[in-house]
T-cell receptor
Framework: SQQGEEDPQALSIQEGENATMNCSYK?????LQWYRQNSGRGLVHLIL?????REKHSGRLRVTLDTSKKSSSLLITASRAADTASYFC?????????FGAGTRLTVKP | DTEVTQTPKHLVMGMTNKKSLKCEQH?????MYWYKQKAKKPPELMFV???????INESVPSRFSPECPNSSLLNLHLHALQPEDSALYLC????????????????FGPGTRLTVT
Protein backbone atom coordinates (compact mmCIF):
# COMPACT_ATOMS: atom_id res chain seq x y z
CA SER A 1 0.00 0.00 0.00
CA GLN A 2 1.10 3.54 -0.60
CA GLN A 3 3.06 4.97 2.30
CA GLY A 4 3.59 8.62 1.58
CA GLU A 5 1.86 11.55 0.08
CA GLU A 6 3.71 14.09 -2.00
CA ASP A 7 3.00 17.62 -2.90
CA PRO A 8 2.68 19.26 -5.17
CA GLN A 9 1.30 16.62 -7.51
CA ALA A 10 2.61 18.64 -10.43
CA LEU A 11 5.16 21.44 -10.65
CA SER A 12 6.10 23.52 -13.68
CA ILE A 13 9.10 25.87 -13.57
CA GLN A 14 11.52 27.63 -15.87
CA GLU A 15 15.03 26.35 -16.46
CA GLY A 16 17.40 27.76 -13.85
CA GLU A 17 14.79 27.98 -11.11
CA ASN A 18 14.78 25.78 -8.02
CA ALA A 19 12.20 23.04 -7.54
CA THR A 20 11.01 21.87 -4.13
CA MET A 21 8.97 18.74 -3.61
CA ASN A 22 7.58 17.51 -0.32
CA CYS A 23 6.77 14.06 0.98
CA SER A 24 4.86 12.99 4.07
CA TYR A 25 4.62 9.50 5.44
CA LYS A 26 2.63 7.72 8.10
CA UNK A 27 4.70 5.21 10.02
CA UNK A 28 8.15 5.10 11.61
CA UNK A 29 10.88 4.57 9.07
CA UNK A 30 14.46 3.36 8.88
CA UNK A 31 15.33 5.56 5.94
CA LEU A 32 13.78 7.55 3.12
CA GLN A 33 14.90 7.51 -0.48
CA TRP A 34 14.09 9.66 -3.48
CA TYR A 35 13.76 8.22 -6.96
CA ARG A 36 13.24 9.72 -10.37
CA GLN A 37 11.25 8.23 -13.25
CA ASN A 38 11.30 9.39 -16.83
CA SER A 39 8.06 8.90 -18.75
CA GLY A 40 6.93 5.39 -17.73
CA ARG A 41 10.39 3.89 -17.56
CA GLY A 42 12.37 2.39 -14.69
CA LEU A 43 13.14 4.38 -11.58
CA VAL A 44 16.57 5.78 -10.83
CA HIS A 45 17.79 6.19 -7.27
CA LEU A 46 18.73 9.78 -6.43
CA ILE A 47 19.54 10.01 -2.76
CA LEU A 48 19.01 8.22 0.56
CA UNK A 49 18.65 9.79 3.97
CA UNK A 50 18.65 7.74 7.15
CA UNK A 51 16.23 8.30 9.99
CA UNK A 52 18.97 9.78 12.19
CA UNK A 53 20.01 12.34 9.55
CA ARG A 54 18.37 15.72 9.03
CA GLU A 55 19.89 16.92 5.77
CA LYS A 56 21.88 15.50 2.90
CA HIS A 57 23.36 16.92 -0.29
CA SER A 58 24.29 15.34 -3.59
CA GLY A 59 25.26 17.65 -6.44
CA ARG A 60 22.25 19.86 -7.18
CA LEU A 61 20.04 17.84 -4.82
CA ARG A 62 19.31 18.67 -1.21
CA VAL A 63 17.12 16.43 0.92
CA THR A 64 15.80 17.17 4.39
CA LEU A 65 14.07 14.82 6.79
CA ASP A 66 11.93 15.76 9.78
CA THR A 67 10.97 12.57 11.59
CA SER A 68 8.89 14.45 14.15
CA LYS A 69 6.66 15.73 11.35
CA LYS A 70 7.09 12.56 9.28
CA SER A 71 8.06 14.62 6.27
CA SER A 72 10.89 15.10 3.80
CA SER A 73 11.66 17.57 1.06
CA LEU A 74 13.72 17.35 -2.11
CA LEU A 75 15.23 20.52 -3.52
CA ILE A 76 16.67 20.58 -7.01
CA THR A 77 18.68 23.72 -7.60
CA ALA A 78 19.37 25.40 -10.95
CA SER A 79 16.94 23.09 -12.73
CA ARG A 80 17.50 21.95 -16.30
CA ALA A 81 15.06 20.77 -18.97
CA ALA A 82 16.56 17.28 -18.51
CA ASP A 83 15.25 17.26 -14.92
CA THR A 84 11.72 16.89 -16.31
CA ALA A 85 10.46 13.65 -14.77
CA SER A 86 8.35 12.24 -11.95
CA TYR A 87 9.93 12.20 -8.52
CA PHE A 88 8.95 9.72 -5.83
CA CYS A 89 9.87 9.40 -2.21
CA UNK A 90 10.08 5.87 -0.86
CA UNK A 91 10.20 4.74 2.72
CA UNK A 92 11.56 1.62 4.28
CA UNK A 93 9.79 0.50 7.44
CA UNK A 94 11.40 -2.91 7.45
CA UNK A 95 8.84 -4.61 5.26
CA UNK A 96 9.61 -3.46 1.76
CA UNK A 97 9.76 -0.10 0.04
CA UNK A 98 6.61 2.03 -0.13
CA PHE A 99 6.41 4.83 -2.65
CA GLY A 100 4.67 8.14 -2.34
CA ALA A 101 2.24 9.44 -4.93
CA GLY A 102 4.96 11.37 -6.75
CA THR A 103 5.46 14.87 -8.10
CA ARG A 104 5.47 15.43 -11.84
CA LEU A 105 8.13 18.09 -12.53
CA THR A 106 8.22 19.96 -15.83
CA VAL A 107 11.18 22.25 -16.48
CA LYS A 108 10.61 24.56 -19.41
CA PRO A 109 13.64 25.61 -21.45
CA ASP B 1 27.48 -3.99 -14.79
CA THR B 2 24.83 -2.02 -12.89
CA GLU B 3 21.94 -2.96 -15.09
CA VAL B 4 18.70 -4.78 -14.45
CA THR B 5 17.22 -6.14 -17.65
CA GLN B 6 13.61 -7.08 -18.25
CA THR B 7 12.01 -8.96 -21.10
CA PRO B 8 9.84 -8.50 -22.97
CA LYS B 9 9.55 -4.71 -23.19
CA HIS B 10 5.93 -4.96 -24.26
CA LEU B 11 3.43 -7.81 -23.91
CA VAL B 12 -0.14 -8.12 -25.09
CA MET B 13 -2.03 -11.14 -23.84
CA GLY B 14 -5.55 -12.43 -23.71
CA MET B 15 -7.31 -13.35 -20.50
CA THR B 16 -6.83 -17.07 -21.16
CA ASN B 17 -3.14 -16.89 -22.01
CA LYS B 18 -0.17 -17.94 -19.91
CA LYS B 19 2.92 -15.80 -20.19
CA SER B 20 6.03 -14.99 -18.17
CA LEU B 21 7.98 -11.84 -17.46
CA LYS B 22 11.71 -12.16 -16.93
CA CYS B 23 14.17 -10.09 -14.96
CA GLU B 24 17.93 -10.51 -14.72
CA GLN B 25 20.76 -8.82 -12.82
CA HIS B 26 24.45 -9.62 -12.60
CA UNK B 27 25.41 -7.33 -9.75
CA UNK B 28 25.46 -10.08 -7.16
CA UNK B 29 22.39 -8.63 -5.48
CA UNK B 30 20.61 -10.94 -3.07
CA UNK B 31 17.22 -9.23 -2.99
CA MET B 32 14.87 -8.89 -5.95
CA TYR B 33 11.47 -7.26 -6.22
CA TRP B 34 8.41 -7.06 -8.42
CA TYR B 35 6.38 -3.87 -8.57
CA LYS B 36 3.22 -3.00 -10.46
CA GLN B 37 2.69 0.55 -11.67
CA LYS B 38 -0.51 1.92 -13.16
CA ALA B 39 -0.45 5.08 -15.23
CA LYS B 40 0.25 8.23 -13.20
CA LYS B 41 0.49 6.20 -9.99
CA PRO B 42 3.47 5.17 -7.86
CA PRO B 43 4.94 1.67 -8.02
CA GLU B 44 3.21 -0.81 -5.74
CA LEU B 45 5.23 -3.58 -4.18
CA MET B 46 4.08 -7.07 -5.17
CA PHE B 47 6.78 -9.54 -4.11
CA VAL B 48 10.17 -9.55 -2.45
CA UNK B 49 12.72 -12.34 -2.79
CA UNK B 50 15.48 -12.44 -0.25
CA UNK B 51 18.33 -14.88 -0.88
CA UNK B 52 16.15 -16.62 -3.46
CA UNK B 53 13.30 -17.19 -1.04
CA UNK B 54 9.97 -15.39 -1.14
CA UNK B 55 9.91 -13.10 1.87
CA ILE B 56 7.07 -10.71 1.12
CA ASN B 57 3.86 -11.28 -0.82
CA GLU B 58 1.66 -8.21 -0.73
CA SER B 59 -1.58 -10.17 -0.96
CA VAL B 60 -1.18 -10.46 -4.70
CA PRO B 61 -3.81 -12.59 -6.51
CA SER B 62 -2.70 -16.10 -7.36
CA ARG B 63 -2.93 -15.38 -11.08
CA PHE B 64 0.51 -13.80 -10.52
CA SER B 65 3.11 -16.40 -9.59
CA PRO B 66 6.71 -15.34 -8.90
CA GLU B 67 9.71 -17.58 -9.24
CA CYS B 68 13.38 -17.07 -8.43
CA PRO B 69 15.35 -19.87 -10.14
CA ASN B 70 18.70 -18.48 -9.00
CA SER B 71 20.22 -15.36 -7.50
CA SER B 72 20.38 -13.57 -10.88
CA LEU B 73 16.94 -14.35 -12.27
CA LEU B 74 13.42 -13.46 -11.31
CA ASN B 75 10.32 -14.51 -13.20
CA LEU B 76 6.70 -13.52 -12.92
CA HIS B 77 4.30 -16.10 -14.35
CA LEU B 78 0.97 -14.76 -15.51
CA HIS B 79 -2.22 -16.76 -15.98
CA ALA B 80 -5.86 -15.83 -16.44
CA LEU B 81 -5.22 -12.14 -16.03
CA GLN B 82 -7.89 -9.46 -16.07
CA PRO B 83 -7.88 -6.24 -18.11
CA GLU B 84 -7.32 -4.28 -14.89
CA ASP B 85 -3.97 -6.05 -14.56
CA SER B 86 -2.70 -4.01 -17.50
CA ALA B 87 0.19 -1.95 -16.14
CA LEU B 88 3.95 -1.43 -16.18
CA TYR B 89 5.66 -4.23 -14.27
CA LEU B 90 8.96 -3.23 -12.78
CA CYS B 91 11.67 -5.46 -11.46
CA UNK B 92 14.30 -4.19 -9.02
CA UNK B 93 17.22 -5.56 -7.09
CA UNK B 94 19.29 -4.48 -4.13
CA UNK B 95 22.47 -5.70 -2.53
CA UNK B 96 20.53 -7.03 0.42
CA UNK B 97 16.90 -6.91 1.47
CA UNK B 98 15.32 -3.89 3.04
CA UNK B 99 14.84 -3.98 6.77
CA UNK B 100 18.38 -4.89 7.74
CA UNK B 101 20.90 -2.69 9.50
CA UNK B 102 22.61 -1.70 6.27
CA UNK B 103 20.53 0.23 3.82
CA UNK B 104 20.80 -0.29 0.09
CA UNK B 105 19.33 1.49 -2.88
CA UNK B 106 17.23 -0.41 -5.36
CA UNK B 107 18.18 -0.70 -9.01
CA PHE B 108 15.23 -0.84 -11.36
CA GLY B 109 14.80 -2.38 -14.75
CA PRO B 110 13.03 -0.49 -17.56
CA GLY B 111 9.84 -2.45 -17.03
CA THR B 112 7.48 -4.57 -19.11
CA ARG B 113 4.40 -2.79 -20.42
CA LEU B 114 1.61 -5.37 -20.12
CA THR B 115 -1.73 -5.08 -21.84
CA VAL B 116 -4.44 -7.63 -21.11
CA THR B 117 -7.19 -7.79 -23.72
Amino acid sequence: SQQGEEDPQALSIQEGENATMNCSYKTSINNLQWYRQNSGRGLVHLILIRSNEREKHSGRLRVTLDTSKKSSSLLITASRAADTASYFCATDAGEGMRFGAGTRLTVKP
Amino acid sequence: DTEVTQTPKHLVMGMTNKKSLKCEQHMGHRAMYWYKQKAKKPPELMFVYSYEKLSINESVPSRFSPECPNSSLLNLHLHALQPEDSALYLCASSQAPVGGERVYEQYFGPGTRLTVT
